[in-house]
């Protein structure tokens, strides 16, 4: 995971891999 863009927040970080590992696909 390769994040060029220092603007990120930790949050939404967490929140993006919130949404991959556990979305509706793998809830």
């Given at each position: ?7 990120y ?19």
């Amino acid at each position: 995971m390769a994040v060029s863009k220092s603007s990120y927040d930790y949050e939404e970080l967490l929140a993006c891999a919130r949404g991959e590992l556990f979305g509706p696909g793998n809830a």
